[in-house]
C-alpha cells in the first residue's frame, strides 16, 4: 500500500523519447513522496522537485543510472533535514552519469550529498548549509564525492561542514570551478585523487582555503596531477571546529592553499590575501603510519604567477611572537615544512616572495623546527593537461 501511494503522490509526465518528469511538490508527506520518486525513477527520468521547503526526516538515496534530480534553483528548493532521525547522509547517490542541481539540502546530521562509486556525476546550482553557523556536530562534508571518475562540481555553494565544504576523493578526472565554500574547516579538498583541475572558485572564512591531500592506508593512494588556478583564497579566518582526531583538526587557522603528500601540483594566478598563517603552505604529512606503499613527501610542487595579499600576520605555529618579530610583524606568505630535499623533490616557488622554511626532518614535531627563509628551485615535471569531462556532463550545466 505504501508504495502504491508513493507512486499516486508523484506526477508523471512523459516525454516523445520515452523518458519521463517526475514532478514532487513540497508539502505534508515530502519524505515518502521525494524517495517513492526516486526509487521509481527509470534511466533518462527527471525527478524534478518544485519550490518550497521539504520537511525531512530520514536521508534520500538514488541508485539508479541517468537520472537528473531537480529542483527550482538552490535558493528556491530547500531539502531540511532539521527534523533527521538517523546520521546519515541527506542525499546518497551510487549510480552513474547522474545529474543533482538546482536545490538547497540544509542541516543534515551527516554529510550532505555525498556520492560513492558514481561516475560521470555533475553537481550543479546546489546549496549545502548548516544554518546553525560553524559547529563541531555539524556534518562532516557538504558536497562529497568518492570513489569516481569523471566528477564536475560548478557553481555550488557551501558553508558550515566539520571537514570539508566540497571534497573530492579517491576519485580521478575531476573539475571543481565556479563555486563557493565559507565558513568551513576546509573549504574545497582534493584528497587520494588524480587529475583535477580547481580553478574559478571562492574559498574564504574557512580554517582553510583549499587543501590538496593525499593520506595513508586508504584503498587509493598516489594523488597528483592537480591544478589549482585563478581562486580567490582570502580571509581564511574561521577557529577550527573539526571534531578531535580528525586530520583537518590539524590544519592551521588563516591557510590559504595546503599541499601535503602530493605529487606534480599547480598552484598558480591565484588571488591570496588576508589568510593568517600562510597564504600557500607546502608539507609533509606528519603522523606516524605502516603504510608501505606511502609517499609521505610533497613532490613537484610549482607555485607561480600568484598575486599576494597581507598574509602570515597571526600565524598559528609555535614561537609565532619570535617569528613575527623576526620578519618585522609577519611572516613570509609561502611556508615549505623542510621535510626532505627541496630540489630532489622538485619543489618550485618563482611568486616574489618569501619563503619559511622550517627546517623539520619528516615526522619530527613542530616544536624542533629551525625556521629561516629558504629558496625553492626544483625542477617539477611538465605541468598536469588540462582535465576534460565529456561533452554531455558540460551540457548539464548549462
Not at 104 to 132: F, H, M, P, Q
Not at 277 to 283: E, K, Q, R, S
Not at 310 to 333: E, V
Amino acid at each position: 500500500m505504501i508504495r502504491i501511494a508513493m507512486l499516486c503522490a508523484a506526477t508523471l509526465i512523459a516525454s516523445p523519447a520515452g523518458a519521463r518528469t517526475i514532478t514532487v511538490a513540497a508539502g505534508p508527506g515530502a519524505q515518502e513522496r521525494l524517495q517513492g520518486a526516486l526509487l521509481d525513477a527509470k534511466p533518462g527520468d527527471v525527478v524534478a522537485m518544485g519550490e518550497g521547503r521539504f520537511n525531512l526526516t530520514d536521508g534520500l538515496s538514488l541508485d539508479v543510472p541517468r537520472v537528473t534530480l531537480r529542483g527550482a534553483g538552490r535558493d528556491k528548493t530547500v531539502l531540511s533535514f532539521k527534523g533527521q532521525l538517523g546520521a546519515g547522509e541527506g542525499l546518497l547517490v551510487t549510480s552513474d552519469d547522474v545529474v543533482l542541481r538546482g536545490f538547497a539540502v540544509e542541516d543534515t546530521r551527516g554529510d550532505g550529498i555525498k556520492s560513492k562509486g558514481a561516475n560521470r556525476i555533475v553537481y550543479t546550482d546546489l546549496r549545502v548549509e548548516w544554518t546553525g553557523g560553524p559547529k563541531e556536530t555539524n556534518g562532516a562534508y557538504g558536497v562529497y564525492p568518492v570513489s569516481s571518475a569523471q566528477v564536475l562540481i560548478d557553481g555550488v555553494i557551501v558553508k558550515g561542514a566539520s571537514d570539508a565544504g566540497i571534497y573530492v576523493g579517491q576519485s580521478e578526472q575531476i573539475i571543481v570551478r565556479n563555486s563557493m565554500a565559507s565558513g568551513n574547516v576546509a573549504g574545497i579538498e582534493i584528497e587520494n585523487s588524480r587529475h583535477a583541475d580547481v580553478f574559478h572558485n571562492n574559498a574564504t572564512h574557512n580554517t582553510g582555503g583549499i587543501l590538496v591531500f593525499d593520506l595513508p592506508n586508504l584503498p587509493r593512494l598516489g594523488g597528483g596531477d592537480v591544478r589549482v588556478f585563478e581562486n580567490n583564497v582570502v580571509d581564511n579566518d574561521q577557529v577550527n571546529f573539526a571534531p578531535k582526531g580528525n586530520i583537518v583538526a590539524t590544519v592551521r587557522r588563516g591557510t590559504g592553499v595546503l599541499v601535503m603528500a602530493n605529487d606534480n601540483v599547480r598552484v598558480t594566478r591565484n588571488n591570496l590575501s588576508g589568510n593568517a598563517t600562510a597564504n600557500v603552505m607546502i608539507v609533509s604529512y606528519r603522523n606516524s603510519f605502516t603504510d608501505t606503499k606511502y609517499n609521505p613527501l610533497p613532490r613537484g610542487v610549482a607555485v607561480y604567477e600568484n598575486n599576494h595579499g597581507r598574509a602570515g600576520y597571526d600565524p598559528q605555529l609555535p614561537g609565532a611572537d619570535m617569528l613575527k618579530a623576526a620578519f618585522g610583524g609577519t611572516i613570509p606568505p609561502v611556508l615549505w615544512d623542510g621535510a626532505g630535499d627541496a630540489k630532489a623533490l622538485g619543489l618550485s616557488v618563482t611568486d616574489p616572495v618569501k619563503v619559511l622554511g622550517m627546517g623539520l626532518a619528516q615526522g619530527a614535531p613542530m616544536e624542533t623546527a629551525h625556521p629561516g627563509l629558504v629558496v625553492l628551485n626544483g625542477a617539477p615535471p611538465a605541468a598536469p593537461a588540462p582535465v576534460v569531462l565529456p561533452a554531455s556532463m558540460e551540457a548539464a550545466v548549462k
